[in-house]
């Protein structure tokens, strides 16, 4: 079971917080899918927009970790329900 909270500390997370870390995951999700793209393209228009997408996606995605960071949030996993 995976436990969001912030870390350092016991409060449970606001709403702007899992909205910011799910825009995270979906940003590497996309980085993750425009990386794939790039492997199986053969035309150079198309490899020339999959290298913008993942620059695109690179920036967006480091962005929202910085904020993350900032914040102090932290992605926890325990095992059995139990916190490490």
């Not at 909205?19 to 940003?27: G, K, P």
Request: aromatic letters at 8%.
């Amino acid at each position: 079971m995976m436990l969001l909270r912030r870390k350092h500390r016991q409060d449970t997370l606001t709403e702007q917080d899992r909205r910011l870390l799910q825009q995270l995951f979906e940003a590497k999700m996309a980085l993750d899918g425009a990386r794939q793209k790039f492997q199986y393209v053969t035309e150079p228009d198309m490899v020339a927009s999959c290298i913008y997408e993942m620059h695109a996606g690179q920036a967006r995605y480091d962005h929202l970790l910085g904020q993350v960071r900032a914040l102090g949030l932290s992605l926890e996993t325990s095992l059995y329900g139990r916190e490490p």
